[in-house]
């Protein structure tokens, strides 16, 4: 087999990975902020998520690149144009992936508003659970509290600290002449 067209088959293999895999990511952006998500996917930030799948349409145009290189260069004519309609369908492919990334964007917004809305009618509703959920919340609040108490007290102590090294400083340099 010719080595360019070993090239181009893969370079064919590598872009339909990469597109399954972009395909992927950008239906877990579509997902995002769903109630009822796994702790993993929650893990990935919707920021996280875009960076992946911009490495993959990035990658994609790498591989249509790299085939729009090595098409001309392929034994027969029929193999040419083969190679030149396959381009164009990836062009297409990859611009529907384009759409796919914003609308799944703007999906994910949708339901991390959603799931904010939700959480303040549990808080601001009545019954059990919303008391729990505000206990827990002020809970939350109050230890977040006290951290940065201690962190601006600790913060306090070690600018006196500095202060009185320094005076002390200037004071053995004052002895010491």
Request: hydrophobic share 35%; no cysteine; aromatic share 2%.
């Amino acid at each position: 087999m010719d080595k360019v067209v070993e090239e181009v088959e893969k370079v064919k293999k590598e872009w339909n990975e990469a597109y399954s895999k972009t395909q992927d990511q950008i239906k877990a952006i579509g997902e995002y902020g769903k109630s009822g998500r796994s702790k993993e996917d929650e893990n990935n930030s919707l920021s996280r998520l875009n960076g992946i799948a911009q490495d993959g349409l990035a990658l994609l145009s790498s591989l249509h690149f790299n085939l729009d290189l090595h098409a001309p260069q392929l034994p027969t004519q029929q193999e040419v144009d083969s190679a030149t309609e396959l381009l164009q369908s990836w062009k297409t492919l990859t611009q529907n992936l384009r759409m796919s990334l914003r609308n799944a964007n703007l999906q994910a917004k949708a339901n991390l508003r959603k799931a904010a809305q939700e959480e303040r009618e549990l808080l601001l509703g009545g019954g059990e659970e919303s008391t729990v959920r505000r206990r827990n919340l002020q809970t939350k609040a109050g230890m977040t509290s006290a951290a940065e108490s201690i962190t601006e007290s600790l913060r306090r102590t070690r600018q006196l600290m500095v202060q009185e090294v320094e005076r002390n400083t200037s004071t053995l340099m004052t002895l010491g002449r």
